[in-house]
């Protein structure tokens, strides 16, 4: 015969407080909006790193150069051109790059206190 533990699913949040369990979730919440920032620093950093190969590139070029507009287009350009764009691409990546180390800072300091909160609740 099987008790009533067995069939019931336990849950170890049903004995928290309805603050400590909104709390939980909070922290969760904000653990996924913190790995999607994560996501999208990786994606500007792989970016900041081909423009800084394409400058690097372009810089050694004494010849004709060439843009790809989309995927279809090619234009003849300038070295000076596509470097003078290259740099303003960077340093906007730059910019992007310290705001959202600005919010992976505060994110990491508000997704702390929340877990130590939490943990007091849980541990009494």
């Known amino acids: 015969m099987v008790n009533e533990e067995q069939r019931a699913p336990v849950n170890p949040l049903a004995n ?11 922290l969760q919440m904000m653990e996924q909006s913190f ?12 970016e900041a790193n081909e423009t800084d190969f394409i400058l690097e ?11 790809i ?3 279809q287009v090619i234009i ?3 070295k000076e051109e596509i470097v003078e764009d290259m740099k303003k691409k960077k340093e906007l990546i730059d910019l992007r790059m310290k705001s959202i180390d ?3 800072k505060q ?3 508000k997704i702390e206190s929340i877990r130590e909160e939490v943990m007091k609740k849980i541990q009494g």
């Open 102 to 104: 600005e919010q992976e």
């Open 16 to 26: 928290l407080d309805e603050e400590t369990q909104r709390k939980i979730q909070e």
């Open 57 to 67: 590139e372009v810089e050694k070029t004494s010849g004709e150069v060439s843009r």
């Open 35 to 46: 790995q999607q920032l994560l996501m999208q620093k990786n994606a500007f950093s792989m």
């Open 69 to 71: 507009i989309g995927n």
């Open 76 to 78: 003849k350009s300038t």
């Open 107 to 109: 994110f990491s300091e």
